[in-house]
């Protein structure tokens, strides 16, 4: 089923399977990858929610689901034409967490700084370190691949890409 459902650009584009753009971010690899997903998106959105209200954050979620799908598939069309990685056309990605590095982005681009450090527009990467909120979705991204090898890079850097989209258009 996750199969079917999948953000796949050859289905998408070769078979026009539109409807693909919108189920794989409903779809999951299994419980431990919506485990993983919720406990990370359940506070990230509640605060955001609760900072925009339902319908702006509704929509938010929307926009960035639609445009990471479309970033990804253009994305892996590109590479594919360009013989860099061919592959990627036929690959199947499913989750929400390209959508929450999305929201993480466009949270860090907030006014003022988007940050909670010790100076302004500044956030901690697990406690660890202090850094520009404009680049803590980056580090994000990148520990995430280090952790998560199997994961996405390519889904996960589209709603990255996504959320930076939104934030600048403020």
Excluded: K
């Excluded at 406990?39 to 900072?51: D, I, K, N, Y």
């Excluded at 909120?133 to 995430?144: F, M, V």
């Amino acid at each position: 089923l996750t199969h079917a459902l999948c953000i796949s650009t050859s289905a998408i584009v070769g078979r026009f399977q539109l409807w693909r753009v919108v189920t794989g971010v409903f779809a999951h690899g299994g419980l431990l990858h919506v485990l993983l997903n919720m406990v990370v998106f359940l506070p990230l959105g509640h605060a955001m929610e609760h900072a925009v209200g339902t319908v702006q954050f509704g929509y938010l979620l929307a926009v960035l689901a639609l445009v990471s799908a479309s970033i990804y598939v253009t994305m892996t069309y590109m590479l594919a034409a360009s013989t860099i990685y061919p592959a990627g056309i036929h690959t199947c990605v499913v989750g929400i967490s390209g959508v929450i590095l999305g929201l993480i982005a466009v949270e860090c681009g907030a006014p003022p700084g988007g940050g909670d450090g010790p100076l302004p527009g500044q956030r901690s990467l697990l406690g660890l370190v202090w850094m520009p909120a404009w680049a803590y979705p980056w580090a994000l991204l990148l520990l995430w691949q280090l952790l998560m090898p199997a994961a996405s890079l390519l889904g996960h850097l589209s709603g990255l890409m996504a959320g930076q989209l939104w934030a600048s258009g403020r």
